[in-house]
């Protein structure tokens, strides 16, 4: 018990570290996803392939290749770009987590009845009203399943940054299973990654409850 | 009034509409009928600006209006949809109330209030708070002629408005154009019975496809 009490604080600084990737990986690659999606199904047919490749390389090669790149391989380019350990993290995670939800929210926006925007037009909505106030709840409504398991998807990936050395739960539990020789923090830390699944999935029931009084 | 002249409009090498002519006057009924394939919608399309025509004029009281560009804000085509095209997600008073708010910006109060009197007067006056889902087929037509006629357009348009309805409620939708008629309300009504054409038009176009 004492052991115990004694690695906790090490381990929820851990957890601080993952749960600020988790929250600030959210932030940034949920609007992004959705703007990049509303650019995937605009018009532009160059902005429809750019768009379409960049999605392709982030889901078609491993995070942890992208988490690598932009830590090791961007100073190796001569590009001048030296990002600390953090911020490569987290760019790496946003790129890697828009390019997922922009193809969700390509899905969900496709989904809805052209009679909706049809519905907007003749009612002289403008293309902001009509995607704030129509189309983005519809949406919503769709993509919260999927958003959900990329949400919980998020949760553990974000043990990747260990690789490049960011002091993140997993890593505190692996530090203090070395150190002490005991199964003892891998133990713990494997309970903290399950509570943190548990309260993000009840958190998207919830939301998704929020949704269900339209069909 | 609104007057087409010379309308055409193909998609791709198809014409649908070659050279419509049409006018209405304020406050009358004008019915498009003719067989499946002929263009109703497409012409009707065209009026409220969900299709670009590709030659020809559409004037509104003289003046020349572009309804596919229409962003002056002056409300002139409204319609109801074969489908209503609800809004699923909003609850009928809701429907009711976006555009008002949003595009003619009228407080929440105002917008309201004449919501709640429109869909009154539609029967609708206890559904305000339920949604799409929950309403029947004749219902959700009524709140789809409320939401359009919350922005008072000067001309109404239907497309098939008796098509997904029994008997009796064609009788219910007949009555609702031929008030809104009394209301000096101008209205284009495509359908494809003939009898309702009769019983309400002033005047009606029959269209049929063109052999190309
Ligand atoms: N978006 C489109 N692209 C290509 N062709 C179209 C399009 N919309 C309609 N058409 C064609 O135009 C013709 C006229 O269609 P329209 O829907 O206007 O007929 P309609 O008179 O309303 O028929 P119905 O009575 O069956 O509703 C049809 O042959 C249809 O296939
Ligand atoms: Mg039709």
Redesign the interface.
Known sequence: MDYILEIMPSLFSGMGVTLSIFFWTLVGSLPLGLIVALGMISPFKILQKILGIYVWLMRGTPLLLQLIFVFYGLPLLGTGIVLPRYEAALVAFILNYTAYFAEIFRGGLQSIDKGQYESAKVLRLNYWQTIRKIIAPQVMKIVIPSIGNEVINLVKDSSLVYVIGLGDLLRAGNVATSRDVTLVPLILVSLMYLLMTAFFTYVLKKIEQHYSYWK | MLELQQITKKFGERTILDHVDLTIEDGKILCIVGQSGGGKTTLLRCI???EQIDSGKILVNGKEFDPYV?SN?E?V???V?Q?Y?????LTVLENVM??PQ??LKKDKETATREANELLKKLALGDKGNL???QLSGGQKQRVAIA??LA?KPQILCYDEPTSALDPGLRDTVKEIILDLKKEKMTQIIVTHDIEFAKEIADDILKVKPLSN
Request: glycine share 8%; proline share 8%.
């Open positions: 409220s600006g969900l229409n804000n409300a085509i409204g319609v949809f489908e095209n609800l809004f699923p997600h976006l555009a949003m595009v949604y799409p889902w939401r359009a922005m």
